[in-house]
């Protein structure tokens, strides 16, 4: 089994997969994914990771292992972050490659009524007929998805720093 790779913030003890959810997180995918240009914003002055400990690191790590534990996965946040900044361009490259990304998409017009996620899925799969698709999903599959966007949700954690006027 390959191992997968993140990106961690060892001060914020936050971490999130290199290649986004659903995307290539392997060795040689680390920084060419959307993770890394969400890295690279989370990294500037417009992120909340500037000035802290950075690194990669491997599934397999003790350090990960640990981090698991007491730390939190902010790929949902990340990938909010991301298209708020960057726009759904990226995301709708990658619904063709990632049935992981179609769920999580789905989650976010559904519980989090993101009005330009709805309008996108509308456009690339029809009106409705995108729902259909991830209730045919769902019913044989595990829905880790909307747990993680509901807990998201509840966190409220901007990654973005304010602006000062």
């Not at 709805?118 to 029809?126: E, I, S």
């Not at 509901?150 to 006027?165: G, I, M, P, Q, T």
């Amino acid at each position: 089994m390959s191992l997968s790779y993140f990106y961690v913030n060892r001060d914020k003890e936050q971490f999130f997969r290199c290649g986004l959810d659903g995307l290539n997180n392997r060795f040689n995918r680390v920084g060419t994914e959307p993770g890394s240009r969400a890295l690279a914003i989370l990294l500037s002055e417009h992120g909340t990771w500037q000035g802290d400990r950075i690194a990669v690191v491997s599934d397999s790590s003790e350090e990960f292992e640990e981090l698991v534990i007491r730390g939190i996965d902010i790929g949902v946040e990340v990938q909010l972050m991301l298209m708020k900044f960057d726009g759904l361009g990226w995301v709708e490259e990658c619904l063709d490659v990632s049935i992981s990304m179609f769920q999580r998409m789905c989650c976010y017009a559904l519980l989090l009524r993101h009005a330009d996620v709805t309008v996108m899925l509308d456009r690339k799969y029809g009106p409705g007929k995108w729902q259909k698709r991830y209730e045919k999903h769902l019913q044989g599959n595990t829905d880790l998805q909307s747990q993680r966007v509901v807990d998201a949700k509840n966190r409220a954690l901007d990654l973005l720093r304010r602006r000062e006027d």
